[in-house]
């Protein structure tokens, strides 16, 4: 398991303290695991697709020239000063 190193001693302690609890009695380590999480809700992201290809366009449609060159320049610094 990759877990990500940690320098706070209560969620060492807290770790330590349940790998303890999993040896000791692996039925109870079982029931307290996280559930696997489940994939998204189709209709969420049929919804969000929806919504992300709208709203570019409206944004775009709403910039004017300056703005739009502004955030070009923008961009185009971040990309090339990287």
């Known amino acids: 398991m990759g877990r ?3 320098n706070d001693p209560n969620l060492f ?3 330590v303290f ?3 609890l999993d040896k000791l009695d692996p039925e109870a380590a079982a029931e307290r695991s996280e559930p696997e999480p489940k994939g998204k809700d189709p209709k969420a992201v049929k919804a969000g697709r ?3 290809k709208i709203g570019g366009k ?3 449609a709403n910039l004017t020239p ?3 060159r502004a955030i070009a320049k923008k961009a185009a610094k971040a990309r090339w000063n990287a």
Request: aromatic fraction near 0%; avoid cysteine.
């Open 4 to 6: 990500k190193p940690t």
């Open 13 to 15: 302690a807290k770790r």
């Open 18 to 20: 349940d790998n303890l």
């Open 50 to 52: 929806k919504g992300g």
């Open 58 to 60: 409206a944004r775009a």
């Open 66 to 68: 300056r703005k739009r």
